[in-house]
């Protein structure tokens, strides 16, 4: 049987993130090689995490590829196919995994995974085994983008390890100690239009910590 194409924003095993050195100062992070760091800041000076490898190998489905989300979540693309999201009367569509730290109207939920398409919505619950677990079906009128998730750093002199996945807002002052990953909106004004759920299986375990939409 064919290999069904994986959609746009899952990396593959042969993408990897660019081993570069992260130098910690009292004004916040930056790459040691300067070319590196004019690379990865965005205009609004946050560092992002850079990419290598090619799009080959295995698909890991727990993950979303930093480049491809953050180009799709900020155009507002599929993150099936990098297609137009679909957008009716009531919002643009997304689907996301079912939770248990959200409300039953998902209104305020973050979330780091971008919007989709009408036909990506059909099928990526039965390609994606992250979501055959449970999903929600959103139509949203207000996605703003309000931080973004990544390697939260200490602050010089201050104990513990750096911080994985963590969301950090454009008005937090953490801003300065994040290595970004992806790009994180913040779901307003939604419609719940299914719900798909069933009993969690190993898959929406593994996923819920790698992927989650973090409520306030
Ligand atoms: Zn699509």
């Not at 760091?37 to 295995?58: N, P, Q, S």
């Not at 929600?136 to 911080?163: I, K, N, S, T």
Request: with cysteine.
């Amino acid at each position: 049987m064919k290999e069904p194409v994986a959609p746009y924003v899952t990396p593959r095993t042969g993408e990897l993130r660019l081993p570069v050195q992260v130098v910690v100062a009292v004004a916040g992070v930056s790459y040691a090689d300067p070319a590196h760091d004019a690379l990865a800041r965005d205009v609004d000076g946050v560092l992002w995490e850079l990419c290598a490898g090619t799009t080959t190998g295995r698909p890991d489905y727990a993950e979303l590829h930093p480049g491809r989300q953050r180009e799709t979540m900020e155009n507002l693309r599929c993150a099936g196919c990098n297609e137009p999201a679909a957008r009716d009367g009531r919002g643009m569509l997304w689907l996301l995994p079912l939770l248990d730290t959200v409300t039953t109207s998902w209104e305020g939920v973050r979330t780091a995974i971008p919007p989709v398409c009408e036909a990506c919505a059909e099928k990526s619950p039965r390609l994606c085994p992250e979501l055959r677990g449970g999903h929600v079906q959103l139509r949203v009128r207000e996605a703003e983008p309000v931080g973004v998730r990544g390697m939260l750093h200490p602050r010089p002199g201050e104990p513990g390890v750096p911080e994985p996945g963590a969301v950090v807002g454009y008005d937090s002052p953490d801003l300065s100690f994040v290595v970004a990953r992806h790009a994180v909106r913040e779901l307003r004004r939604t419609t719940v239009v299914s719900f798909t759920a069933v009993a969690p299986t190993q898959g929406l375990r593994r996923y819920v910590p790698a992927l989650r939409a973090v409520a306030r």
